[in-house]
C-alpha cells in the first residue's frame, strides 16, 4: 500500500479524482482543509494495475502498469525510454543530438505520480513539453489567486481590528458619559416616568447623547404614554428628509459594510427596474469582489431577474463594460465590503456620473454606521436599509439619521423574506425603536444561594430560589 496526497478546490472535486486515478477500491484515509483548498490522503495498491486519467485542467499522460518496473520510480524510468527510443532512431537514421528530456513537473494541486512504466516514443515529446508549458501557467495563477485570496483576508483582517478599536473606544466614551449621568441622577430625584424610560434606553443601547435628549424633553412629563408621544414627535421632526427620486437610472453603486446583503439589495433592484423599464435595459455588474461564491451569487440573481450581468476585476475592464452598457438605461454595481473609500474613487474615475449608494442594516452598531455617514458622506445620492424585518435595536440608525442629511431610497428585507420597499418616511424605524421604550424593562433577578449540608445527598439538598 502506498499513500497518495491529492489538492483540490473542494470535496467533491477531490473525490473525483480519487477514483479517476486510482479506481473506486481506494481508501479514502483522511480529508481536511489546507490554504482554502481540501487535502485527501488516498492509501492505493501498488501491485494493482494503475491507469490514471487525471480530470480538467491537469496532465493528461497515458501510461500502462507493468510488474516489471511496478516498484520503479517515474523520472528514472522515463529517461531510460527516452533514452532508449533515441537510440533506436539513430541506429536506423544516423547520429542524433539526444537533449535528456525531464518529466513535466505536476500542478500543486495533483496528485503526485504512482510507480509505473510509460508508454511514450519520441514523436511526443512535444506534447509533453506542451502539457509542462501548460502546467506552469495553470500553478501561476493558481498561486496569483492564493496569494489573493491571503491578502484579502488579510485586509479583512485588518479592518475587523481597526472596527473593535473603534467599538472599544466607543464603548469608553459611553462609559464615562454614563458615570456623569449617574452622578447627576444622583444628586436630581427622578420620576417614575424616568426611571422606566433610563432602565429601558440602558436594556436597548440607546446612545448616551440621545438618552440625554430624551430624558431633557421628558423631565417634567408624569405620564408614560404622553412622554412617549412626545418623544416620537420629536424623532419625527429629526430624522425628516427628502426622499431619493426613483425609479432609479444611469450607473448606481451599492456600497456598505460586509454582510449588509448589498449583492441581495442589487439582485432586487434589477429585478424591481426591470419590470418597471425592460429587463434587456438593465445590467447588474460584479467589481473586485473576490470572496468565494460572489460571482456565482450575482448569476444566480441576474438570471433570476431576467437580466445580464458582468464582472469587471480591474478598472480597464470596469471601463470596458461600462462603455459596452452605455445604451441601457440602468446598471446597478456591486462593490465588496473591504477598501470601501478605494473602491469608490476608482469607480467614479472610471465613472464621473456614477451615483453611489450606502446600504446599512437597520441594527448595525454606532461604530459601523458613523464610519460612513460621518467620513464618507461626499458623494453619497441616498441611504438603503436592509434586514427591515429583523430590525430590533435600531437606536444607532436613529441617532443617526437625526444627524445626516441622505435621503432614504429603499428598504429590503431578510434573504428568507424577500421583499423590496420604496422608504417614504422613518415611522416604520420609530415605531420598533419607541416600541422597545414602552416595554417593561427586565429587572436583574436577585439570587439567594442556600448553605450546603455535608450530611445530605446531591438529590437532598435545598434547591437554589429565585426571586
Not at 537514421?93 to 511514450?120: C, R, Y
Not at 443617526?400 to 429603499?410: D, N, Q
Request: hydrophobic letters at 45%.
Amino acid at each position: 500500500m502506498e499513500l497518495k496526497r491529492i489538492i483540490a478546490k473542494d470535496s467533491r472535486t477531490a473525490n473525483a479524482k480519487a477514483i479517476a486515478l486510482y479506481g473506486r477500491d481506494a481508501l479514502i484515509v483522511s480529508s481536511e482543509k489546507v490554504r482554502g483548498q481540501v487535502e485527501v490522503i488516498v492509501a492505493v495498491d501498488v501491485g494493482a494495475s494503475v491507469t490514471p486519467t487525471l480530470l480538467d485542467d491537469d496532465v493528461q499522460i497515458k501510461a500502462n502498469a507493468t510488474k516489471s518496473s511496478a516498484g520503479a520510480a517515474f523520472a528514472p524510468v522515463l529517461q531510460e525510454r527516452i533514452g532508449h527510443a533515441a537510440r533506436s532512431a539513430a541506429s536506423a537514421s544516423g547520429p542524433v543530438n539526444h537533449q535528456p528530456l525531464m518529466p513535466p513537473m505536476l500542478k500543486a494541486n495533483t496528485v503526485s505520480e504512482p510507480a509505473f512504466t510509460p508508454d511514450i516514443n519520441v514523436g511526443e515529446t512535444s506534447s509533453t513539453n506542451s502539457a509542462a508549458s501548460q502546467e506552469a501557467t495553470q500553478a501561476a495563477l493558481q498561486a496569483q489567486e492564493i496569494a489573493a485570496g491571503e491578502a484579502r483576508e488579510a485586509m479583512r483582517a485588518r479592518e475587523i481590528v481597526d472596527l473593535v478599536r473603534e467599538e472599544l473606544a466607543q464603548m469608553r466614551a459611553e462609559i464615562k458619559m454614563a458615570r456623569q449621568t449617574v452622578t447627576w441622577q444622583a444628586e436630581h430625584s427622578m420620576s417614575a416616568t424616568q426611571k422606566h424610560l433610563n432602565a429601558a434606553m440602558a436594556a436597548v443601547n440607546v446612545p448616551m447623547g440621545m438618552r440625554e435628549a430624551i430624558q431633557a424633553r421628558v423631565a417634567v412629563e408624569d405620564d408614560l404614554q404622553l412622554a412617549l408621544e412626545k418623544i416620537h414627535a420629536w424623532l419625527k421632526q429629526a430624522t425628516k428628509r427628502s426622499i431619493a427620486a426613483t425609479p432609479l437610472s444611469g450607473v448606481q453603486v451599492i456600497v456598505g459594510p460586509s454582510g449588509a446583503g448589498k449583492t441581495m439589495m442589487v439582485g432586487r433592484l434589477a429585478s424591481a427596474h426591470a419590470q418597471t423599464y425592460d429587463s434587456s435595459e438593465v445590467a447588474m455588474v460584479s467589481y473586485c469582489d473576490q470572496r468565494p461564491g460572489a460571482w456565482s451569487q450575482i448569476q444566480l440573481l441576474a438570471a433570476k431577474a431576467g437580466v445580464e450581468c458582468y464582472r469587471a476585476t480591474t478598472d480597464e475592464g470596469l471601463r470596458e463594460i461600462l462603455s459596452e452598457l452605455a445604451p441601457r438605461r440602468l446598471v446597478i454595481i456591486d462593490t465588496p465590503g473591504v477598501q470601501i473609500a478605494e473602491h469608490v474613487a476608482r469607480i467614479r474615475a472610471v465613472s464621473p456620473e456614477a451615483a453611489c449608494h450606502v446600504l446599512l442594516p437597520v441594527d448595525a452598531s454606532a461604530v459601523t454606521i458613523g464610519r460612513f455617514l460621518n467620513e464618507h458622506t461626499q458623494g453619497f445620492s441616498s441611504i438603503m436599509l436592509s434586514k427591515l424585518d429583523e430590525m430590533t435595536q435600531p437606536w444607532a440608525l436613529v441617532d443617526a439619521l437625526c444627524r445626516s442629511t441622505l435621503p432614504l431610497s429603499y428598504a429590503s428585507n431578510t434573504a428568507s423574506s424577500g421583499g423590496l420597499n420604496k422608504m417614504e418616511n422613518t415611522e416604520q424605524i420609530l415605531e420598533a425603536a419607541l416600541g422597545s421604550l414602552s416595554a417593561e424593562p427586565l429587572e436583574t433577578a436577585q439570587i439567594s444561594l442556600p448553605a450546603i449540608h455535608p450530611g445530605m445527598g446531591a438529590d437532598e439538598q435545598p434547591r437554589m430560589a429565585l426571586h
